[in-house]
């Protein structure tokens, strides 16, 4: 199988504080993980690609400084929201791609909520 | 004009019901192309992956590639109140990351 977790699967925290999302690929190795943001009833939208042991590559948009990107392992990326505000609520959901395959396997998603 | 477009639905269909979900895309470059299914409050899950034209099936499912009319379908088979859930297609091309999403396809299947 391909089973890609995350952690935690959700959050409430306070404005002006960071939060940290763990993306882990459980039984493969995961070249490429992406990490997307989905609004309720709408499309996943590409937030950055990052690649093992590299710079995460962000989309137009999205502030690097802000969604700080590390892809520390073949099976772990992970995600801070930095200076979190309400506006940053929404569902997070990291993927990962294996080598040589053209498949994204998702994560379950985390939900944070702002307050 | 965007890459992928899909019909956001709704769509409702009594149980049973044959139901077909459909992606058109503007590049024809590309290759692979999937569907995934998504439940409420959850991570979009892989449904079928093709490469290139042609037909896959596997179990309920039929997945079709037009490459010539720039059109893929997802046919479900005697629907089930578990299959209501958002259906997002997604393309790729040969080479690269990036991936291309429908906007999903909002799909209930009344008992």
């Known amino acids: 199988g391909a089973v890609v977790s995350q952690h935690p699967s959700r959050v409430i925290c306070k404005s002006g504080t960071s939060v940290k999302i763990e993306c882990r690929s459980l039984?493969?190795?995961?070249?490429?993980m992406f990490w997307y943001r989905q609004f309720p009833k709408q499309s996943l939208m590409l937030m950055a690609t990052s690649n093992e042991g590299s710079k995460a590559t962000y989309e137009q948009g999205v502030e690097k400084d802000k969604f700080l990107i590390n892809h520390a392992s073949l099976t772990l990326s992970t995600l801070t929201v930095t200076s979190a505000h309400p506006e940053d609520s929404s569902f997070y959901i990291c993927s990962a791609r294996k080598q040589g395959i053209n498949e994204q396997y998702f994560g379950p998603g985390t939900r944070l909520t702002v307050t | 004009q965007k890459e992928v477009e899909q019909d956001p639905g709704p769509l409702s269909v009594p149980e049973g019901a044959i139901v077909s979900l459909n992606c058109t895309y503007s590049?024809?470059?590309?290759?692979?192309f999937m569907w995934y299914r998504q439940y409420s409050r959850k991570g979009p899950e892989l449904l079928m992956y093709t490469y290139s034209s042609g037909n896959k099936e596997d179990g309920r499912f039929t997945a079709q590639v037009d490459k010539s009319s720039k059109y893929i379908s997802l046919f479900i088979r005697d629907s089930q109140p578990s299959d209501s859930a958002t259906y997002l297609c997604a393309m790729k091309l040969n080479t690269g990351n990036q991936f291309y999403f429908g906007t999903g396809t909002s799909l209930t299947v009344i008992p």
């Open positions: 039984d493969f190795q995961a070249t490429t």
């Open positions: 590049n024809s470059a590309f290759q692979y």
